[in-house]
């Protein structure tokens, strides 16, 4: 419903209550008759706000269909779609591989008399998992460096599980050769960083427990054994067809790169 169409309909209802007065509101109109969808029972013998005196609506659709009684927008104001805030993440749905996580959110409210529908109450996102459900650390894998957005980083432990610090880590900086379409493509609030990998850009990618290895030290795809004309390969975790190609410049304690521009290995 446009903003200009409803301030006319509030302006007409306005004209109307003024010229039938206080007194006529508890005979007829939309009183009590507020109904959702197209509801042809949902109906009043009263003056419409085309100022025609007959059978006028009172439900969701008489605003499209322009045949709403005269008080429809004063008794059954719109009210938008109200969600509650995320939940938390859930685990990755396989350990050990590249796999995904979701959340949720419940409606606090539905949408009534026109009002704007819920937002989506589901969302999903790549993960790896680096321990297997018995506990054990996953084995080796020599398969492309798996990339996610830095933020993912920030949320990861210091610690371990008995209070001692874990391993800073370190950064290397790699300048991208390639990358799929696919990565230019991506709008959901949780993979838009994919936008920012380009050709030709030097980017910072963070190798931090638990995706460094406790035996080598290094991350899965950090190219510290390659030498520097070796073309290595990425992908994006949470979008499979964002991949491509980089050469590694070299490793340095922390990441100083543009927050666009830095990632994390997972």
């Known amino acids: 419903m446009g903003s200009g169409g409803g301030?006319?309909?509030?302006?007409?209802?306005?004209?109307?209550?003024?010229?039938?007065?206080?007194?006529?509101?508890?005979?007829?109109?939309?009183?009590?008759?507020?109904?959702?969808?197209?509801?042809?029972?949902?109906?009043?013998?009263?003056?419409?706000?085309?100022?025609v005196y007959g059978t006028c609506f009172c439900d969701d659709a008489c605003a499209r269909s322009r045949d709403c009684c005269f008080d429809y927008f004063t008794e059954c104001?719109?009210?938008?779609?109200?969600?509650?805030?995320?939940?938390?993440?859930?685990?990755?749905?396989?350990p050990c591989r590249p796999s995904s996580r979701g959340r949720r959110r419940r409606v606090e409210r539905q949408p009534a008399n026109g009002g704007a529908a819920c937002p989506r109450l589901e969302e999903r996102a790549g993960c790896l998992e680096h321990r297997d459900h018995t506990g054990g650390r996953c084995g080796p894998d020599l398969g492309p460096a798996f990339i996610t957005s830095m933020a993912f980083g920030q949320k990861r432990p210091t610690h371990d599980g008995?209070?001692?610090?874990?391993?800073?880590?370190?950064?290397v900086e790699?300048?991208?050769?390639?990358?799929?379409?696919?990565?230019?493509?991506?709008?959901?609030?949780?993979?838009?960083?994919?936008?920012?990998?380009?050709?030709?850009?030097?980017v910072c990618?963070?190798?931090?427990?638990p995706a460094m290895h406790n035996n080598t030290g290094s991350c899965q795809g950090d190219g510290l054994q390659s030498d520097r004309e070796a073309v290595l390969h990425w992908q994006a975790l949470e979008v499979p067809r964002c991949a491509g190609t980089w050469r590694?410049?070299?490793?340095?304690?922390?990441?100083r790169c543009p927050p666009q521009h830095s990632f994390v290995f997972i």
Request: a neutral charge.
């Open 7 to 51: 301030s006319a309909s509030l302006l007409g209802a306005a004209v109307l209550l003024a010229v039938l007065g206080a007194d006529h509101l508890a005979e007829g109109g939309c009183a009590g008759r507020c109904c959702p969808s197209r509801d042809w029972s949902c109906l009043s013998t009263d003056w419409s706000m085309q100022r």
């Open 77 to 94: 104001p719109a009210q938008d779609c109200v969600v509650g805030p995320w939940g938390p993440w859930s685990g990755c749905a396989q």
């Open 162 to 171: 008995y209070g001692t610090p874990l391993e800073p880590g370190f950064c």
């Open 174 to 202: 790699f300048t991208l050769q390639s990358r799929t379409a696919h990565c230019a493509l991506e709008t959901r609030p949780h993979t838009h960083w994919t936008r920012y990998i380009t050709e030709g850009f030097t």
């Open 205 to 209: 990618v963070a190798c931090q427990p």
């Open 248 to 255: 590694k410049v070299h490793k340095t304690p922390r990441c």
